[in-house]
């Protein structure tokens, strides 16, 4: 079965200091990746996805940065962390099905806190 | 553009009665349809989703939602509510592309 993993659950960070967020797959082939933000009383805001090795779109410019070095790891980053970086982060894959529909799995959530 | 609106951002209901948690949506082709639930400090789980065929979809935990085309909703609901169902519920569309859209969610509280 498929399985996804994020880490860490839990990150506190001041401000300017980098970051790196790691997001595993196993159990499947070439997902497509995600990755969501969620700021508090918010909804899901998408970030980066990533259809395979080294392809990323940014959906939203910011201060965050994602990469893809293996097919089944996704990676998001930044070099100098914000106040506004703060949030719930998301990780998700999917694999397209016959519908022609992507269903998101979800990791458990990085909670990062910017002080 | 393509959006998700949740009018309830925050709804309490008591334990043992009915549900619904409203969906509505803009999208410019056929949608894809999605149900989601939060707890705390946890992902999102897959309650239910809607692709094609029958309009009334029945999803885990005794959730069903209804698509209607010409209201452009999906909403969710359930007959009878736990105290367990307390949690935040997402609605999503997608289509034939890599992206789901979400809404912003209801908070949903489970009276005694």
């Known amino acids: 079965s498929q399985t996804i993993h994020q880490w860490p659950a839990t990150l506190v960070q001041p401000v300017g200091s980098p970051l790196s967020l790691e997001c595993t797959v196993e159990g499947t082939s070439n997902p497509n990746l995600y990755w969501y933000r969620q700021a508090a009383g918010r909804g899901l805001q998408l970030l980066f996805y990533s259809v395979g090795i080294g392809q990323i779109s940014s959906e939203v410019p910011q201060n965050l940065s994602a990469s893809r070095p293996q097919d089944r790891q996704f990676i998001l980053s930044s070099k100098k962390l914000l106040l506004s970086d703060s949030g719930f982060y998301l990780c998700a894959w999917s694999v397209l099905g016959a519908s022609g529909a992507n269903v998101l799995t979800f990791g458990a959530g990085s909670r990062l806190t910017v002080l | 553009a393509q959006s998700v609106t949740q009018p309830d951002i925050h709804i309490t209901v008591s334990e043992g009665a009915s549900l619904e948690l409203r969906c509505n949506y803009s999208?410019?082709?056929?949608?894809?349809l999605f149900w989601y639930v939060q707890s705390p400090g946890q992902g999102l789980q897959l309650l239910l989703k809607?692709?094609?065929?029958?309009?009334l979809v029945q999803g885990i935990k005794g959730f069903e939602a209804e698509f209607k085309r010409s209201q452009s909703s999906f909403n969710l609901r359930k007959p009878s509510v736990h105290w367990s169902d307390a949690a935040e519920y997402f609605c999503?569309?997608?289509?034939?592309?890599?992206?789901?859209?979400f809404g912003t969610g209801t908070l949903l509280a489970v009276q005694p």
């Open positions: 999503a569309v997608g289509g034939a592309t890599n992206k789901l859209i």
């Open positions: 809607y692709f094609s065929g029958d309009t």
């Open positions: 999208y410019g082709a056929t949608p894809y």
